[in-house]
Structure formats: C-alpha cells, structure tokens
C-alpha cells in the first residue's frame, strides 16, 4: 500500500524512467531473455527518491546482477540515488513498474545514454 503522496504523484514519471532505462540495459544486454524492470522507490529527506532496481520476474535462467549493474548506473546517470545508504527514509517502499515505451522512445533513450557518457554500459 502506498502512504506517501508525493510517490503517488511521480510514479508516472518514475516508471517512464524505469522504461528509459529497461531499453539501455536490454540495449546493453542483448541476449538475455526478456525481463521486466522494476524499483522500489523510497522518498528520502523529505524530498529526494531513491529506486533500487530488481527484476519482476522471481526465478530468472540467467545471472541478473549485471543488468542491475547497468540499470543502477543508468540510473544514477539520470539523477537518482541506487541505494539507501546515507539516507533517512521518508516513507515505505512503493514498487514501480517500467513504462511500456515505443520502439522510437526506446531508441531515443538509447541514444540520450550514450550522449550522456553511457556507451560502455556495462
């Protein structure tokens, strides 16, 4: 259940990020099977959110720990905090959902990472 009003309020926004971010890892990632993103988003301090990205699915075939790595940097790069350290939790965790994006968002968030220094990926 959701507590805090202001996650209400950014969750379209953070889920379009999610997305954003879900083309760049499965950019990067090319041959792992199809997942889907997700974080737990925290408001910390009164105002800044933090998302710790984790995968929807539970029982993955495949090593997920490097995809996080990518979605945890791609996150970073676009202003959010990965992880809880340092900070004071505001309210619960609030799971959001990668945006469903079309293949022109998709590619145009893959070329906004890479201008943004993200070329290596991994």
Same mark, same amino acid.
């Given at each position: 259940?959701?507590?805090?009003?202001?996650?209400?309020?950014? +969750? @379209?926004?953070?889920?379009?990020?999610?997305?954003?971010?879900?083309?760049?890892?499965? =950019?990067? =990632?090319?041959?792992? @099977?199809?997942?889907?993103?997700?974080?737990?988003?925290?408001?910390?301090?009164? +105002?800044?959110?933090?998302?710790?990205?984790?995968?929807?699915?539970?029982?993955?075939?495949?090593?997920?720990?490097?995809?996080?790595?990518?979605?945890?940097?791609?996150?970073?790069?676009?202003?959010?905090?990965?992880?809880?350290?340092?900070?004071? +939790?505001?309210?619960?965790?609030?799971?959001?959902?990668?945006?469903?994006? /079309?293949? =022109?968002?998709?590619? /145009?968030?893959?070329?906004?990472?890479?201008?943004?220094?993200?070329?290596?990926? +991994?």
């Amino acid at each position: 259940m959701d507590f805090e009003p202001e996650l209400l309020f950014r +969750k @379209p926004a953070i889920a379009a990020d999610l997305g954003r971010t879900a083309a760049w890892c499965r =950019h990067i =990632h090319r041959n792992t @099977p199809i997942y889907s993103l997700v974080a737990v988003a925290f408001l910390v301090d009164g +105002k800044a959110i933090v998302l710790e990205p984790r995968l929807a699915e539970r029982d993955v075939e495949f090593c997920e720990a490097p995809i996080i790595r990518t979605a945890s940097i791609a996150l970073s790069s676009i202003g959010y905090a990965t992880s809880l350290a340092g900070f004071s +939790k505001c309210s619960p965790g609030t799971v959001v959902f990668e945006a469903r994006l /079309s293949a =022109h968002e998709r590619l /145009s968030a893959i070329m906004e990472f890479q201008k943004g220094g993200l070329a290596g990926g +991994k």
